[in-house]
């Protein structure tokens, strides 16, 4: 049975040291988030995870959910109870406003519990996780009605939320989509279609389940600005908040996945239900990407969350499996063989993952703030600079992190050799799961696009230079400092690889724009390693300082520095090849003819 | 449901332009395989391949095997009609010596065949695959009463065979192992122990099952030393021939496994079972290398072949899905939106995987080829040159093949969508098959410390200075052909890499071995990257000249090189990355203390 801990302890040093959140006590809720209050409240949490969540994780994967005769689907065993115990501890609220029942606190509490919610129980995690990124979209394009209606229950938890955008024929391309909205004259619509992969879209967890919907209104335009959002309640609410009769929105049939099994991933047939209107007519895509956003950063938490659960367990099975000994000569010549996490192969698997999870849980924890600033602060300039922030990093976060989240998991397999394999260890588990992550919530491919296409040049570029005058004055002010030099110089470089990458686009990706699809998923590799590398530098500086006071946790910083100078040494020689792949451009790529594939 | 089609044309293309066999007419078996002969089987193979395995793949990995009461096991519906067909057809011997009932012909058609079946139906594939490979250790190890008992049924494919190594306690370090053998006075041993992961190890598609089992005699040496090798046969086989009584090994259980449904993966209990040496006394793991190099090999050949089958769908599937429109406008303006593989990242991806492919189909050729001459030839130092490579190209065709046809799998289901992640569409089941290459038969840390601690330094490095002075002739030989300019520049910078790896590790690596283990991951594929790169350059050479020629190849030969610019322009690079990782040593990786992982 795998095993999970929650590394609340890593979250408390980036919380505490790397980014100290104190400095935001101007922020509305972050005074009270003071470092003891998050600690407690992140160790709850953890138990939560750990005692309820993890246990149900394989039983989730085995049971899958069952979809009844009548439409009705049941969740497996425990996940509704489970799903339960974490909307009565108050977790749905946890960063929701005051005034609809939450508790007001920093999102960034909310992105770590994601976490820990997800490396605990990936297919669990995804009920609470999507009614909060509902929530999120009412909460900014609904009406004040719609929000007293919707908000304070799914905010308790008592009912939980959906996004509905994929059809059949349609998935990037939402331009594509066909399900109808006809107006019933009372300022309600009536919806019809047909929607596929909606996660979480019936199950036993709730009262009520709020549907948000892509559709078209009658005679709208066609394409993408023809599109409008709808809210569709399972049952219809009646004045005062009771339920009302079943709308007429049904599960058609569950997916068959490869994992995410505990998830009910449902094909919803909309069959003149009843729905109002989010926003304004037609301006359905701009409601939905509040949803969207809040979405992909989340998945990008997921990435990281299966690599973290699945390198806890490798960790532990490369401690115990005996076989082998050391090259040096055997390290445990008492037992019959050495453990394999002596094996310089071993090693530098494993931290190959942990350089990785720590460089992503900073990077993580780094952009949730700014989507604290960007949300809280009264300071317009400090506003934009972290939404600029947000919009830059949201698809280098979903992309990266959930390519080599996956990547990891696949890694810690490995360790098992062939119990690996074998389904009762989990750790395919982790792998199928992890999957899913790369596809949904926009492909990596489409986030690529999304960073190298809309990303880089907005607002004349403003976020990527606010990037690299950032990154570039770090390492600049910390050029002489020698306890840092292998961080600093490996971090140049990098930044010099990413710039030069950006220039290459610069001049060739204007007149020729599939010299940017071509290299759009290198360069968002390139700029993830950048990124991470300067968590990292950042982290180092602050490993030092906490070193040299002692306190105790010179060990611990020591870890820090040797797992960073992994990370520098091991993982960011590939800025350099991403910038070959970039700057070989797009002539070979898109020269073979498509009968030739 | 997924569709195959063996790439025929192209292996014909390697035997006949790039490694024409014909130059090996003085080898045994070789005369009787004219290009025309060898087109005729390999279509014939082909299609047994495309229209008996291929359509049971899922079905195969729907149903699973089935252990009954009496530790009987049941295959999936249809499986034991394919084998026997399979067997009818005279596949098992192929290249099997005629002496025994086969046809004498190259092994390399053997190879070939491995991986159109392979594709077809990985699991279904590994019956006769393992045969094969103990069929070969008995032929070289084994008595002649042995081979006279089980080769002729082996060949026939009446008997099936397979290779028990693992034991729970260990699977890499066999010195572990535990399986004992005690005389019986008569010739024979009584075996006892358990075995797990036993591929094939119980089914009902042969009369009889063939077990070569390692096992320790008592009072033998501990270690690798005391090992001894065992044929144990599912039946007992009386004078004549004929099956006697039952054995005392039974299937135990079958594993959940992640992937290869269809294939039984046994706990096998030996419980006194009547087993007889093969080879020597204590010699057993010299007697299980035979089986393992042709396993390795074969599973380097099941890397390509999800690979290979994973693309051809994500091909047809980008070129049906409407989604988008070109960057440089509709390209079908008659049409809702434009078929996916107008997409530069979709073209990248989808070109990535054709020139893994075809590289890999030709390192294959050609180390087959060398296989062939290393059993056939009569000239000594010709033997003695192929064998050199067999070893040397072996880890690397099991490590590198695999590693990128698991990547691959996951690429190809990628293009997919969210459609790639639900089993119907088959493309999580070849990314699950996949996965299980990359572990057995030695998982793939194993081969690159098998390359890196024992190939690279055998003989004095005999065999990988041979490789260095081939692949620099050829460069140096066309250094001026204008046709091959983006070829021949790429490969000269891979194999400086390469070379100053090995002269890192000669360096640095004899005192302080963990900077072999440290590098040898990143080793095994920078070797890879360079061989594959070489077979790439030959193969450019060819089409070049076939071009010339005409005979209406041109566009096809035109597709050849454009996919091995690809190589060269987009994975080359990545060699600079694993040298750069290689030589930044092990201190880091050996210093992390044990408790801080």
Redesign the interface.
């Known amino acids: 049975m795998p095993v999970y801990k929650a590394p609340v302890e890593d979250v408390m040093f980036l919380l505490n040291d790397v980014f100290p959140i104190e400095r935001y006590n101007n922020l509305p809720g972050f005074a009270e988030a003071t470092p003891d209050m998050v600690e407690a409240i992140l160790g709850e949490g953890a138990k939560l995870c750990e005692e309820i969540f993890t246990p149900l994780n394989r039983i989730g994967d085995l049971e899958g959910c069952v979809r009844n005769a009548d439409g009705s689907v049941t969740t497996p065993k425990g996940f509704k109870e489970a799903y339960e115990a974490y909307a009565a501890g108050g977790w749905m609220g946890l960063s929701m406003p005051e005034e609809y029942g939450g508790q007001g606190l920093p999102s960034t509490l909310t992105v770590v519990m994601q976490e820990f919610l997800s490396s605990a129980n990936l297919a669990l995690g995804m009920y609470p996780g999507l009614t909060q990124g509902a929530t999120a979209a009412l909460l900014v394009h609904g009406s004040a009605e719609q929000k007293k209606t919707y908000v304070p229950k799914m905010v308790e938890g008592t009912w939980t939320g959906t996004m509905n955008l994929?059809e059949p024929?349609?998935?990037?391309?939402l331009?594509?989509l066909k399900t109808k909205a006809v107006p019933n004259g009372d300022g309600s619509y009536a919806i019809s279609g047909t929607k596929?992969?909606i996660s979480a879209g019936e199950h036993d967890m709730a009262e009520n389940i709020v549907h948000l919907v892509l559709a078209r209104i009658e005679g709208a335009p066609a394409g993408t600005k023809g599109i409008s959002l709808f809210v569709v309640p399972k049952f219809l609410v009646k004045e005062g908040g009771s339920l009302g009769e079943r709308n007429g929105v049904s599960c058609g049939s569950l997916?068959?996945?490869?994992?995410i099994h505990g998830n009910a991933t449902c094909v919803m047939n909309y069959d003149g239900a009843k729905g109002w209107l989010v926003g304004e007519e037609n301006r359905g895509l701009n409601a939905m990407f509040v949803m969207m956003n809040e979405a992909r950063l989340a998945v990008g938490v997921q990435g990281l969350s299966q690599s973290e659960v699945a390198y806890q367990n490798a960790?532990a099975y490369?401690?115990e499996r005996?076989?082998?000994r050391a090259?040096?000569g055997p390290k445990f010549p008492d037992k019959?063989?050495d453990p394999i996490?002596v094996?310089?192969?071993?090693?530098?698997?494993?931290?190959s993952i942990?350089a990785f999870n720590e460089a992503a849980r900073a990077l993580l924890v780094w952009t949730a703030l700014k989507s604290d600033i960007a949300h809280r602060s009264s300071d317009d300039a400090e506003r934009q600079s972290a939404d600029d922030h947000m919009g830059l990093m949201t698809p280098v976060v979903k992309g990266v992190l959930t390519d080599l989240g996956?990547d990891n998991a696949?890694k810690a397999?490995?360790m098992f050799?062939?119990h690996?394999?074998?389904?009762?260890w989990g750790m395919?588990q982790f792998?199928?799961d992890a999957?899913?992550a790369?596809?949904?919530e926009g492909?990596?491919?489409i986030q690529?696009?999304d960073l190298v296409g809309r990303k880089l040049g907005k607002d004349g570029g403003r976020a990527v230079m606010a990037f690299f005058n950032e990154v570039g004055a770090f390492c600049q002010e910390n050029a002489n400092d020698e306890s840092l030099k292998d961080f600093i110089s490996p971090l140049q470089q990098g930044l010099g690889h990413l710039q030069q990458a950006t220039m290459w686009f610069m001049q060739n990706a204007m007149a020729k724009?599939?010299n940017?699809?071509?290299g759009?998923?290198d360069y968002m590799h390139l700029f993830g390693l950048v990124a991470m590398g300067y968590m990292w530098a950042r982290m180092a500086k602050v490993a030092n300082e906490k070193k040299v006071k002692g306190n105790g946790v010179a060990?611990?910083m020591?870890?820090k520095l040797?797992?960073g100078?992994?990370f520098m040494?091991?993982l960011m020689?590939?800025t350099?090849?991403r910038l070959?792949?970039i700057s070989?451009g797009?002539d070979?790529?898109?020269?073979?003819?498509?009968e030739?594939?």
Do not use: W
């Open positions: 994929t024929h349609c998935g990037t391309d331009g594509l596929i992969f997916e068959h996945k490869m994992g960790v490369a401690k005996l076989q082998g090259l040096t019959p063989a996490i094996h310089p192969d071993v090693r530098r698997t494993l931290l942990k996956f696949v397999q490995q050799g062939g690996g394999y074998i389904e009762e395919s792998v199928r999957r899913i790369m596809i949904y492909a990596n491919g690529a696009m724009p599939d940017a699809g071509a759009a998923t060990d611990k020591d870890a040797l797992t100078r992994f040494e091991r020689p590939e350099a090849s070959a792949c070989s797009a070979v790529t898109m020269a073979m003819p498509m030739m594939f």
